[in-house]
C-alpha cells in the first residue's frame, strides 16, 4: 500500500479554513500549519497546532479541541509570554520583540490566524493588527519608542586599521573552562592578575559577584574602558546594566570609561552600526591576555556554586595569554568604543521607560519559574584546565567584519573552511539554529555546508537549548535546510561552541541566525590544539549522553518510518487541550 503524501502548509491551512468553528474553543489563541511535537519530540507528522493561553488537565467535552481533523493531528501548544502579551496588548508585545534579546526572538509563520476571527495575523483587518493601530495611538510611550528604532540613523561598521585577523602560530598558555563548572573561578583568578588596564566588549553585565570582583580588583589608579550593550533584563540580574554602569562609574570615577553599545535597540545610542545586539563577550587584560566566552557577565552564565541562581547555563570560555592576540582584539575593542563615544544618547527616558513597562508586562505573562533543578554539573564539577606554553594555531572570527577585498563575512567564510575540513566528527552546542530561508543566501549556504557533512556520513551532532532551540528546529522542519534528525536538546544551553574532528575547538559569541553570523557585533576564536578539543569535546559528549534528548523521535527517523509522516501517533496524546 502506497504511503500517504505529506500534506504541504497550504493544504492543511485550507483545512483549518474550513473548520474554524471546530477549534474555535475558549483559550485558543491562533492555530497554523506546522509539525507535530510530543514530549518535546518532532513525531514527524504534519499538524495543526493550536495555541493557547493555558493548558487544562480537566475540561468540559465541548471545550476540547479535537484530536484531529480530516486525519490531521491537531497539536495543542501552551502560548509563550510573547504569545499570551499579543493576544491582548499587541503594542507591548511588538515592542519586546524590537526591543528584546536574540533568543526572544519569535519565528514568524506564514499561515498563522488569530482566534477567534480565523484571521491571518498580519491581516490588516484582524483583531491584533486593529489592536496594534488602537494601541499605539493610546501608548504613546510606546509608539514614540517603535518610532524611534525605526528612525534611528544607521552609520557605517569601520574596523581598526592595521588589526587583520590572521590565522596565528604561537607558543602561549591557554585556560580552558566551563560554566556551571568553573567559569566564575576562572574568571575572577583572571580578573585578580589585573595591573593596571581592563579593556572590554560585553552584551550582559548584571552579576553582582562579578561586579564586587570588578571593584575589589580595579584599585589605585587601574583603567576600566568598557563597551555595555542594554538586553531585556535577565531573570537571575542582581542590578540592572545601567546600574552596573552607575555604580562603577560612582567608584572609579573618571578612571571608568564606559560607552553604551551602538545597537539599533539600545536607547541610549543616538546612532546604530549593530541591528540587533552588540553580542560580544571579550575582556583584555593589561594589553597581554585575554578572556573570551560564550557567556556574559550575569548570574546564569558564570553562576556562583555558593550562591546559585534559578537557572545555570552551559558556556564555554578560553583565556589566552598571548600579547599578540590580545593586541588584536584589543584593537577591536578600541575602535568600537571610539565610534561609540561619537553617538552616546542623552538620557533616553520615555523610550527607556515603554521599553520597561513593555518586558515588565511579557514578564507577567510568564509562567512561575519551577523549583530550582539539580545543578547540571556533578558534585565535583568539570575543572578548569591549563595548556602552558603550548604551540597552537588560533583564528580570531569577528562579526560583522568581511573577508579581505570580498563582501563575504570573515565568520561565515572561516567557519564554513573549518566545517568542511571535518572528516570524522563535527560537534556543536548552540543556544538556537535560526532556520533558514531556503534562498541561497550565505546563511542558508553554511548551513548546508553543515548538511553536507551529514551527508558525507560524518558525525554531526547538534546540541541546542531546549528553551530556544525547539521553536527553530520546527521552523527548519519546514522551511530550509533541515539538520533536525541530527538535534537533541538540553535545559539552559547559551553556548555558541563547535570541536571538530578532536583536533580544533571553537569558542565564539556567535549565536547561529543570519544576525548572529553576518550582522551583530559578535568574537570568537578558532584553536586547533588537540588537547583544547579534547577538553570540550569530553564536556559535550557528557551533555549529549546525559543531558540532552533526540527532538527527532525515534519512531519518526526515516529508517525506521521513512513515508509515513501523518500516520505518527504522539505517545502522550491527550485528554487535556488546553
Known sequence: ???????????????????????????????????????????????????????????????????????????????????????????????????????????????????????????????????????????????????????????????????????????????????????????????????????????????????????????????????????????????????????????????????????????????????????????????????????????????????????????????????????????YLDQDFASASQHQAAQPTSVARAVANANAKLAAEANPLPPRAAPARKAEGVPAQTFDKVTVKITPVFTPDKMPGSNKGQYIATMMQHISSSNKKLYAQLQYIESSSGTGDDYDVLLKTIAARVAAGVDVRLIESAEYGEKWAEKMKAQGVDLTANIRLQHHVHNKSFVVDSQKAVVASQNFSPAGVEQNRDAGVIIEHQGIAQYFENVFLSDWKNNATPFVASAAKPKQQPKARTSVKSPTRRRTKR
Open 1 to 331: 500500500m502506497a504511503a500517504s503524501k505529506t500534506p504541504s502548509a497550504e493544504s492543511i491551512d485550507s483545512v483549518i479554513r474550513k473548520n474554524l468553528s471546530r477549534l474555535r474553543k475558549p483559550g485558543v489563541l491562533t492555530v497554523r500549519p506546522g509539525f507535530e511535537i510530543a514530549n518535546h519530540q518532532l513525531t514527524g507528522a504534519s499538524a495543526i497546532v493550536a495555541t493557547v493561553h493555558t493548558k487544562k488537565k480537566l475540561l468540559p467535552k465541548n471545550e476540547m479541541l479535537p484530536d484531529r481533523i480530516n486525519n490531521i493531528p491537531v497539536d495543542v501548544r501552551e502560548a509563550t509570554p510573547h504569545q499570551r502579551l499579543r493576544a491582548h496588548d499587541p503594542a507591548a508585545a511588538a515592542l519586546t520583540q524590537t526591543f528584546g534579546r536574540p533568543e526572544q526572538k519569535e519565528p514568524t509563520w506564514p499561515f498563522e490566524r488569530e482566534m477567534p476571527s480565523g484571521k491571518l495575523l498580519d491581516d490588516p483587518r484582524s483583531a491584533t493588527q486593529q489592536q496594534l493601530v488602537q494601541h499605539q495611538a493610546r501608548q504613546l510611550g510606546t509608539a514614540s519608542a517603535l518610532a524611534s528604532h525605526a528612525k534611528k540613523a544607521q552609520i557605517p561598521y569601520q574596523p581598526p586599521a592595521n588589526a587583520p585577523l590572521n590565522t596565528v602560530t604561537t607558543t602561549t598558555t591557554l585556560t580552558a573552562s566551563v560554566s556551571p563548572d568553573a567559569g566564575l573561578v576562572t574568571l575572577q583568578s583572571f580578573l585578580s592578575g589585573t595591573q593596571h588596564s581592563l579593556t572590554i566588549g560585553m552584551y550582559d553585565f548584571t552579576s553582582g559577584t562579578i561586579l564586587k570582583t570588578f571593584l575589589d580588583d580595579l584599585t589605585g589608579s587601574k583603567i576600566l574602558q568598557m563597551v555595555l550593550d542594554n538586553p531585556s533584563p535577565n531573570q537571575t540580574r542582581d542590578q540592572t546594566n545601567t546600574q552596573t554602569v552607575d555604580e562603577l562609574g560612582q567608584a572609579l570615577g573618571n578612571r571608568a570609561r564606559i560607552m553604551r553599545a551602538l545597537t539599533r535597540s539600545d536607547p541610549y545610542a543616538a546612532a546604530w552600526i549593530f541591528p540587533s545586539a552588540y553580542h560580544i563577550k571579550v575582556i583584555v587584560r593589561d594589553g597581554a591576555a585575554l578572556w573570551l566566552s560564550s557567556g556574559n557577565l550575569n548570574n546564569s552564565n558564570q553562576p556562583d556554586p555558593a550562591s546559585p541562581p534559578q537557572y545555570e547555563d552551559r558556556d564555554w570560555h578560553v583565556i589566552i595569554e598571548d600579547a599578540g592576540l590580545a593586541k588584536t582584539f584589543k584593537a
